[in-house]
């Protein structure tokens, strides 16, 4: 079972920024297109951004140009920089294997809240 370990959430004004990392076990990072989800009260999980093997990006429309999604395969980390945020960015963050359907199992997440 795969073990996600995420961290850096907190609470920041609108227009500030976080980094977001996420540590999982094995070497899954390297081997696998990575995503961060997020999800907030009341709504389903949903993508943020994703990151393949060969490092190319994606990004969900609402969250392009504000985030960076990046990994580092030799520390099997997956990274989130989110800046300019807004009090809709306001979810527990996830980070997981990129997977349709959604992964089963999933770490604590991270909270991130944006006060207006």
């Known amino acids: 079972q795969v073990q996600l370990v995420e961290s850096g959430g907190g609470l920041v004004q609108a227009g500030g920024s976080l980094r977001l990392s996420c540590t999982a076990s094995?070497?899954?990072?390297?081997?696998?297109?990575m995503a961060w989800y997020r999800q907030a009260p009341g709504k389903q999980r949903e993508l943020v951004a994703v990151i393949n093997t060969a490092g190319s990006t994606n990004y969900a429309a609402s969250m392009k140009g504000r985030f960076t999604i990046s990994r580092d395969n030799a520390k099997n980390t997956v990274s989130l920089q989110m800046n300019s945020l807004k009090p809709e960015d306001t979810a527990v963050y996830y980070c997981n294997i990129f997977s349709i359907p959604l992964p089963k199992y999933w770490g604590q997440g991270t909270q991130v809240t944006v006060s207006s």
């Open positions: 094995g070497s899954i990072v390297s081997v696998n297109a």
